[in-house]
């Protein structure tokens, strides 16, 4: 299930990149049987005036890589269904929060990034009911700012049928509200960014925002941006009432020193 979609960066364009499919944890324990599939190819073209710090995105509808199925009513309800600051639950990679559903994984570019965990098809993350999800690594510096790692949730996405002889697809879902929560805990102080996937496939639109330290947070789509670097995109206001399929949390590289990231997500969620 290959549903890519691209966030082009004021001079790099990341083509392809494959993220696989991981399951819920509430640690970053566990360690990789097998590298994450990627594949893709990086623009790293001459570069005049280096860009800010930005990194090109591609995301996918990642199957997780526990196909059995999950009763979700085994999972306790989120304690918090709309503000930030904790709410969230998962297990087998599959999370809930408020109206949002489904599952979760973490992915890489292919230019020697790392995360940990990596929700391979052969090995699993983020397995463990819990109430976190934790990924840590070095994002590798790169002269076309075509570095970057991070978390992502598919937003509006069914469970796996017992026999894993189906995968559900990555839906949309109606974003209302005036903006989304975040709660993250960024140990390593790195750039994180908060980003919304509108529609699916090759013709979604990625918007962007920079997030502001760990903690609970508030980001309103006016902060969102499809270049959030320099905000001379297609500004967030466009979010309202958009078809969004996916949220992730990405940590962007820079042209000059690799970036090594620690953090761990304690809630999303649409802000009423």
Do not use: H
């Amino acid at each position: 299930m290959a549903m890519k979609s691209v966030l082009f960066g004021a001079s790099a364009l990341v083509l392809a990149a494959s993220m696989v499919g991981c399951g819920g944890d509430d640690t970053v324990a566990g360690t990789t049987k097998k590298p994450a599939t990627d594949s893709g190819v990086v623009d790293t073209g001459v570069i005049t005036t280096p860009p800010p710090n930005d990194s090109g995105m591609v995301t996918t509808n990642p199957p997780p890589a526990d196909a059995g199925g999950l009763d979700v009513s085994t999972l306790p309800p989120p304690s918090d269904t709309g503000s930030s600051g904790g709410g969230w639950t998962f297990m087998n990679g599959y999370a809930l929060s408020g109206p949002w559903k489904g599952y979760t994984f973490t992915f890489v570019d292919t230019i020697g990034s790392t995360v940990k965990p990596v929700c391979g098809t052969t090995g699993t993350c983020f397995m463990t009911a819990g109430t976190k999800a934790c990924a840590t690594g070095t994002v590798k510096a790169d002269m076309a700012y075509g570095g970057f790692a991070g978390f992502g949730w598919n937003i509006n996405q069914g469970t796996a049928p017992p026999d894993g002889s189906t995968m559900n697809p990555q839906n949309n879902v109606t974003l209302g509200g005036s903006g989304v929560n975040v709660d993250v805990t960024n140990n390593a102080g790195s750039t994180l960014r908060v980003q919304i996937t509108v529609g699916t496939g090759a013709t979604a639109a990625i918007y962007c925002a920079t997030l502001s330290g760990s903690g609970p947070q508030m980001v309103p789509f006016s902060m969102f941006n499809t270049k959030c670097w320099d905000g001379t995109g297609t500004a967030g206001t466009a979010l309202v009432g958009a078809m969004v399929s996916q949220v992730e949390l990405v940590v962007p590289g820079t042209n000059m020193t690799d970036t090594p990231f620690d953090f761990c997500v304690n809630n999303i969620a649409p802000a009423n």
